[in-house]
């Protein structure tokens, strides 16, 4: 299992600012995901984040408005740029620590997800 | 692209009642399908996961079947407490995933009255 911290829990915004979330991991891992949850929706994942790497981002993110860093195995931020209204969500971090990479799976992955920051963008 | 619903959206059921919630998924090719429960502030914390070489698997007052090939799976809640009221989401991993990308469906928001 993994223990995961996020901050800010909560924060509340002005348009056209930026916000850094931070993830932090209690073991080292080498997958992490960065998740969106829009009020009333389903989570959505943004990208993944390797160390060492460049993130990998889902369609409809792109790395200008969600950068992401991960400078270690323990440790990833991402930061929501140039907010509007439609940014306020729920931001979810996750980790997989076992198997991950891997090109096949067990079939018992299983991700361990941070509590979430959550952000009003007035 | 894999889509998952869940049904109900909401629930409202008195202590004691035995509860179904149903998650379907469009893509049968998965690895493992989760249901998760999400308690405001606290993130997610997996209940169950089933892979796809299984039925059901069973924890406590909950079990989990998998029917892969119609694309469904459901949660039941035995004996439902107040303690129980959360969200509850069902995830499925596709195959092919070596990302470890999960399909969340939008919940079912579960209220146990005492």
């Known amino acids: 299992s993994a223990v995961i911290s996020q901050k800010p829990s909560r924060d509340i915004c002005q348009r056209g600012t930026s916000l850094t979330i931070q993830c932090q991991v209690d073991?080292?891992?080498?997958?992490m995901f960065w998740y969106r949850q829009q009020p009333g929706q389903s989570l959505t994942l943004i990208a993944t984040?390797?160390?060492?790497?460049?993130?990998?981002?889902e369609s409809g993110f792109v790395i200008d408005k969600f950068p992401i860093s991960r400078p270690n195995l323990t440790f990833s931020t991402l930061t929501v740029s140039n907010m509007s209204p439609e940014d306020s969500s729920i931001y979810l971090c996750s980790v997989e620590p076992a198997g991950t990479g891997r090109i096949i799976l067990s079939g018992q992955e299983t991700q361990y997800f941070g509590p979430g920051t959550r952000l009003l963008v007035l | 692209k894999q889509e998952v619903t869940q049904i109900p959206a909401a629930l409202s059921v008195p202590e004691g009642e035995n509860l179904v919630l149903n998650c379907s998924f469009t893509d049968s090719a998965i690895y493992n399908l989760q249901w998760f429960r999400q308690d405001p502030g606290k993130g997610l914390t997996s209940l169950l996961l089933i892979q796809s070489s299984q039925r059901e698997q069973t924890s406590g007052r909950l079990n989990a079947s998998l029917d892969k090939s119609s694309g469904r799976s459901t949660l039941y809640i035995a004996a439902s407490q107040p303690g129980d009221s959360a969200t509850y989401l069902c995830a499925v991993r596709n195959r092919g995933s070596t990302l470890g990308r999960l399909y969340f469906g939008r919940g079912t928001q579960l209220t146990v009255w005492p």
């Open positions: 984040a390797n160390q060492g790497s460049e993130a990998t981002y």
């Open positions: 073991s080292q891992v080498t997958m």
